[in-house]
């Protein structure tokens, strides 16, 4: 099979199209055709090693000190199964369906396994495979966060970093709660979060949301960039600061803080399950989450897509398409992908 392999650690460049082994299937395994997958923040670090202040040591566990301990890169995978193990029933070969790979990644391949039990779900029946794979890495983080708060109808909610792929989920998924929410982002990205759901935008480039008076019983942070000791004052009394991007210092003081302020706080995404995924699915058939889509690389332009993704500037989730690998496609010409597909 077709692989987008990485042997060193380094910028986009080290990253190749290469013939790689097809994943064997054990007894309780799904083996997927991949149509596509995404390139996350989290490729960009595994395969960059830049990771949160003090984490360096922790990441290589995961990663690898010296060399990759996984060639292969991409934390999720839409596609159609092809084989499944003799123990499997709950999938059969010919399903759709929508995948989180997680910390085994292996998405960037034309073939991806993964365990039946993981957190595997059939695909949105009214999504292509380039739109259902992000409802995936985003989705699922933001809803792993997200449920360790209380949304309750009425509730605020600060979303800061809302254009990025678990930022615009988070929008979505905590407007469809019931919540009023305030998204942080670029002029650019103000009507793009708008149409998301977000009741008020505040613009980063011209305002510190740090430095204003309003409460909100939520705060999502997904740049890193809102500690604990920043934005404190902005929590209502039993609010939640969610950490999705947080160094080891943040990390280590999480767990104390609820303790000592009655905040909640908490920089672990907990288990990301099939039944999360299903919610997304079922969320998104009904036409309650839909699609944030960038750009769309084919497989040959892997590189291009991981340069693209090292500006920090991507909009939702940018798309690697397994299922027209080898045909050439341009990124000028994949990049004409709408920044909102359709669902």
């Keep these: 099979m077709r692989a987008a392999v990485y042997r060193r650690f380094g910028g986009p460049d080290t990253v190749?199209?290469?013939?790689?082994?097809?994943?064997?299937?054990?007894?309780?395994?799904?083996?997927?055709?991949?149509?596509?997958?995404?390139?996350?923040?989290?490729?960009?670090?595994?395969?960059?090693?830049?990771?949160?202040?003090?984490?360096?040591?922790?990441?290589?566990?995961?990663?690898?000190?010296?060399?990759?301990?996984?060639?292969?890169?991409?934390?999720?995978?839409?596609?159609?199964?092809?084989?499944?193990?003799?123990?499997?029933?709950?999938?059969?070969?010919?399903?759709e369906v929508v995948a989180m790979l997680g910390a085994a990644f292996g998405g960037h391949a034309e073939y991806a396994r993964i365990r039946a039990d993981g957190a595997l779900a059939h695909k949105p029946r009214n999504m292509s495979?380039?739109?259902?794979?992000?409802?995936?890495?985003?989705?699922?983080?933001?809803?792993?966060?997200?449920?360790?708060?209380?949304?309750?109808?009425?509730?605020?909610?600060?979303?800061?970093?809302?254009?990025?792929?678990?930022?615009?989920?988070?929008?979505?998924?905590?407007?469809?709660?019931?919540?009023?929410?305030?998204?942080?982002?670029?002029?650019?990205?103000?009507?793009?979060?708008?149409?998301?759901?977000?009741?008020?935008?505040?613009?980063?480039?011209?305002?510190?949301?740090?430095?204003?008076?309003?409460?909100?019983?939520?705060?999502?942070?997904?740049?890193?960039?809102?500690?604990?000791?920043?934005?404190?004052?902005?929590?209502?009394?039993?609010?939640?600061?969610?950490?999705?991007?947080?160094?080891?210092?943040a990390i280590l003081r999480a767990p104390l803080r609820r303790r000592r302020t009655g905040h909640r706080v908490t920089a672990d995404v907990g288990e990301l399950t099939a039944e999360d995924l299903a919610v997304l699915v079922d969320l998104a058939e009904a036409g309650a989450f839909r699609a944030v889509r960038d750009r769309t690389f084919d497989l040959a332009h892997i590189a291009e897509a991981h340069r693209f993704v090292d500006t920090g500037h991507k909009r939702g989730n940018v798309v690697l398409r397994l299922s027209s690998a080898g045909t050439g496609l341009a990124p000028s010409a994949a990049a004409q992908q709408s920044e909102e597909a359709p669902s």
């Design 129 to 249: 495979f380039d739109d259902a794979v992000t409802l995936v890495f985003g989705g699922l983080t933001a809803r792993g966060f997200l449920q360790q708060a209380d949304l309750a109808p009425g509730a605020t909610v600060l979303v800061n970093g809302a254009s990025g792929a678990v930022g615009s989920a988070a929008v979505q998924l905590a407007t469809h709660a019931g919540t009023r929410v305030t998204a942080v982002c670029s002029a650019s990205n103000r009507e793009l979060v708008t149409s998301l759901g977000a009741d008020r935008v505040i613009e980063y480039a011209t305002e510190d949301f740090t430095t204003a008076s309003t409460a909100y019983d939520v705060i999502v942070d997904c740049v890193g960039n809102a500690p604990y000791e920043r934005v404190a004052h902005l929590l209502e009394p039993g609010g939640a600061l969610l950490l999705v991007t947080a160094d080891l210092p």
């Design 16 to 95: 190749r199209v290469e013939e790689a082994p097809r994943p064997t299937v054990g007894p309780d395994d799904v083996l997927i055709r991949v149509h596509a997958s995404t390139v996350s923040a989290a490729d960009h670090r595994a395969r960059s090693r830049e990771v949160p202040r003090g984490l360096g040591l922790l990441a290589a566990t995961g990663i690898g000190l010296l060399r990759p301990k996984r060639r292969v890169l991409g934390m999720d995978a839409a596609g159609v199964v092809e084989a499944v193990g003799r123990s499997v029933t709950r999938f059969a070969p010919g399903d």
